[in-house]
């Protein structure tokens, strides 16, 4: 009864256009009632846990530092490069975005970090191109996801630690299943833009000459340095992520005030309040989510779909396809770390006994509960891009489904062809 109390009330309030964070809490202040051993306290504990999070400062600082590139002239300089490389490639400027999320996921290891760092400066760079802005917005929301599926990765951590696999080798992993993922979005965007007959902008433009690609390398240059520096301190062991972010501001505002000289520094305080305000937004939907999942959590309906699941059949296949689809639902309504803590110790027992490899199965899982984060009607991949984009949350919604269904064609090809997760470890860490 307090599950479709919770449901009910949830979706109730969205169809009468209640904001998604004030929905989530009221739900489960609302389902709270309706459990006598629960105070209201259960609520605030989480909304104030969900956003307590040393990870979270990542998203703070990369989408400040994205906002300090994009008005500092960096952004505008590494898209200048990107557009001369890559811009007469298939698939025109949406190429260079799907790759720019691509890379600055192995700088981030968060997927709103991400969105709001790449998103800031590509998506109206993308509306002038000729692409819609709610296209845009789902494009960079759904490449956004690659934030977790390249390592470093937090939540492959989490994974790692509650399935007993080595760290070393789920980063190892992620690397193959990423760049699948990369490259089937850069696919269906080149397909999409062909049907609309907006590729020929791309193709009539001349290739780019020598004396071109040295010009804007060398105007680059610093902006080309800095995730050399923040890669190389976070493989290097110097800094963890969240602490590169940090690197990645400070970096930012030295280039952009002293070198560039494009961000006077009295326009500091004004960016720090938009940063602010733009992931404010994402840090009430998650401190509400967390609450939400934890009423989902003391229902056990994870569990109870889990086993559900697992009691229809042994066959390996179908069992794995049943378990996507449970991954795919939960991503979708729970937060992706707790997500993993519940439901991998309901399934490592089914798994092992079923044969799967643990590492293969992370990633798989990872990836499942990544789509998620662009899954109506809380994907807080989507909300950031919607933030940073200024898109109307119902136009990127509508929009966003092409791309889930893209994702979860590259889902399946992940998960039933094991190698593109296992060669890499295997043949560099004797993996198996």
Not at 40 to 64: C, E, K, Q, R
Request: proline share 5%.
């Amino acid at each position: 009864m307090t599950s479709l109390i919770l449901f009910l009330s949830f979706f109730g309030m969205l169809l009468i256009g209640v904001p998604i964070g004030i929905a989530l809490g009221s739900a489960s202040l609302i389902a709270i009632m309706y459990i006598p051993f629960l105070k209201p306290d259960l609520y605030a504990l989480g909304l104030v846990s969900g956003i307590n999070s040393f990870t979270l400062i990542a998203v703070v600082l990369f989408t400040l530092a994205g906002n300090i590139m994009s008005k500092g002239g960096i952004s505008k300089r590494l898209i200048a490069v990107a557009d001369t490389l890559f811009g007469r490639a298939p698939g025109d400027l949406g190429t260079v975005t799907i790759m720019a999320c691509l890379f600055f996921a192995a700088i981030s290891g968060t997927g709103s970090a991400t969105v709001a760092a790449v998103g800031l400066a590509m998506i109206p760079a993308l509306v002038k191109r000729g692409y819609d802005r709610a296209y845009a917005g789902a494009m960079v929301a759904s490449a956004g996801g690659l934030g977790v599926m390249i390592p470093p990765s937090v939540v492959m951590i989490v994974y790692a630690v509650a399935a007993g696999v080595s760290v070393t080798a789920l980063f190892m992993a992620g690397i193959l299943p990423g760049l699948v993922i990369a490259l089937t979005l850069m696919i269906y965007n080149y397909f999409y833009r062909k049907q609309a007959k907006q590729v020929n902008m791309a193709e009539q433009r001349p290739a780019a000459t020598g004396k071109e690609i040295f010009h804007v390398l060398n105007e680059a240059k610093l902006a080309l340095i800095m995730p050399v520096v923040i890669l190389g301190g976070i493989y290097g062991g110097i800094v963890t992520p969240t602490e590169s972010s940090a690197v990645a501001v400070v970096y930012a505002l030295v280039v952009s005030c002293l070198v560039y000289r494009e961000l006077p520094l009295k326009a500091l305080p004004k960016i720090m309040l938009e940063s602010a305000m733009l992931v404010s937004a994402v840090l009430v939907i998650i401190g509400a989510s967390v609450a939400f999942g934890r009423i989902i959590a003391l229902e056990k309906i994870p569990t109870e779909l889990a086993q559900f699941v697992l009691s229809i059949t042994e066959n390996k296949y179908l069992v794995l396809v049943a378990i996507l689809v449970l991954l795919l639902i939960i991503g979708t309504f729970l937060e992706t770390l707790a997500s993993i803590v519940i439901l991998t110790p309901v399934l490592l027992p089914v798994l092992t006994k079923l044969q799967v490899d643990l590492v293969h199965f992370g990633i798989v899982m990872i990836v499942a509960l990544a789509i998620g984060f662009v899954t109506p009607p809380l994907g807080a991949n989507l909300f950031m891009a919607a933030q940073v984009g200024e898109i109307p949350f119902e136009r990127i919604a509508r929009r966003i489904l092409p791309w889930v269904a893209v994702l979860i064609g590259a889902l399946l090809i992940i998960t039933f062809v094991p190698a593109i997760s296992l060669i890499l470890p295997t043949l560099f860490l004797g993996y198996g």
